[in-house]
């Protein structure tokens, strides 16, 4: 019989590509979510997806009651954690918001698997809990630190999880930057409002919604003077999770991995394939460095390998086609 196993914000980007990779590789997957950054269609176009009914809860992991009572009523044999506030900016505007739900959510998840019986979980963290570092590529037993309180959830996320007793198997797997879209181009990234983050903008200056491109800072040292990023398709990174439920109900043991290519590519180079993919020079300006942002961040993506089988097999060109096909096809529907 098929494992089941339960994703919290499972309806998000990540989530919803994870949830195909695993219904991929043949467990069956239970959805919790609470919709605060995911679009209500989500769970529809899953199914357009995979032609089969998929299994969603609208739940808030902040509440330790609904955790409880999806063990209570399920068989769970692992958990992916998603559910989460991800950006750093906001974190320091509401720093207890993101420590209430990425840390009070992590531990009435944890208090519900223990007495559901339930003892696999996969947890989501970041490369941002490296910090500000000159060691590039960087190997997982680099030294830990918080540079903001989005970072801290991760790193303290990470800390409560080593404490737990040996009968646990977690998966810790962190991110570097997540790109691109399913191969339907029916799931992506659809942030609201202002992007953030590089490819999310690029992509709505590509689809026209925004005028032109920021490279923040031109004199990094690196080969074009922009800022470096270990860029990995986000269908590449839903299947390392798979890998890792596979590991961690295999062997019984935890592991702690980066999930990365180990190659960087530049603020220009993103530029210069998400312009090829659309088929137009895409306009940007060069503006003054972020606060925060480092030079380089790149992963050393062996142990993952070693310990997973993880090997990210698609390009920048790929993580870029795929956007794109995803972004335009949302404006089609929109205008059909
Ligand atoms: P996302 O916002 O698209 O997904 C998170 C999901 O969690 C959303 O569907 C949201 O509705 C849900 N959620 C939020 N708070 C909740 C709550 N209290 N109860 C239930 N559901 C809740 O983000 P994502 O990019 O898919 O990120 C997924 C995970 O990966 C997060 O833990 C994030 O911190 C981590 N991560 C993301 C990146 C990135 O660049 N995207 C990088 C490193 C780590
Ligand atoms: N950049 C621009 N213009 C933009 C946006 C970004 O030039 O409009 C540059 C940044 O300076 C950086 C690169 O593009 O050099 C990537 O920036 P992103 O904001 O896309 O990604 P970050 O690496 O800054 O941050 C991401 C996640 C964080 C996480 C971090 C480390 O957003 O949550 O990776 O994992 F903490």
Not at 182 to 203: C, F, K, Q, T
Request: hydrophobic share 40%; net charge negative; glycine share 10%.
């Amino acid at each position: 019989m098929a494992e089941t196993i339960l994703l919290t914000g499972g309806a998000g980007y990540i989530g919803s590509h994870t949830y195909l990779a695993l219904r991929e590789a043949g467990f069956d997957v239970l959805i919790l979510d609470n919709f605060v950054n995911a679009k209500a269609d989500v769970p529809a176009r899953l199914e357009r997806i995979t032609g089969a009914p998929v299994a969603v809860l609208r739940g808030d992991v902040r509440d330790p009651d609904t955790l409880k009572a999806v063990f209570r009523d399920h068989r769970i044999d692992g958990v992916v954690h998603f559910a989460a506030l991800k950006a750093v900016g906001e974190s320091m505007d509401m720093p207890i918001d993101y420590m209430q739900t990425n840390i009070g959510g992590l531990l009435n998840l944890l208090k519900a698997m223990e007495e559901g019986g339930c003892r696999r979980l996969v947890f989501s963290s970041s490369a941002t809990v490296y910090g500000d570092t000159r060691v590039q590529p960087i190997p997982e037993d680099h030294p830990r630190t918080a540079t903001s309180p989005y970072a801290f959830t991760k790193l303290a996320g990470e800390q409560i999880l080593e404490q737990l007793t040996a009968d646990w198997a977690v998966g810790i797997l962190r991110y570097f930057n997540p790109v691109g879209a399913h191969r339907s181009a029916l799931i992506g990234e659809d942030p609201a409002g202002h992007p953030n983050n590089l490819v999310p903008y690029v992509a709505k200056v590509a689809t026209g919604e925004l005028e032109e491109i920021q490279v923040f800072g031109d004199d990094y040292d690196t080969p074009d003077g922009t800022g470096i990023r270990d860029y990995i398709h986000v269908e590449d990174l839903a299947q390392g999770h798979a890998l890792s439920l596979r590991a961690l109900i295999e062997t019984g043991m935890g592991h702690t991995v980066n999930l990365g290519t180990g190659q960087g590519s530049t603020v220009l180079q993103v530029i210069e394939a998400y312009s090829a993919a659309c088929g137009r020079a895409l306009p940007y300006r060069i503006a003054p460095r972020r606060a925060g942002d480092v030079a380089v961040l790149t992963a050393r993506p062996e142990q993952a390998r070693d310990l997973l089988g993880f090997q990210a097999t698609r390009t920048l060109d790929d993580m870029c086609r795929s956007s794109w096909a995803w972004v335009s096809g949302q404006i089609r529907n929109a205008t059909d």
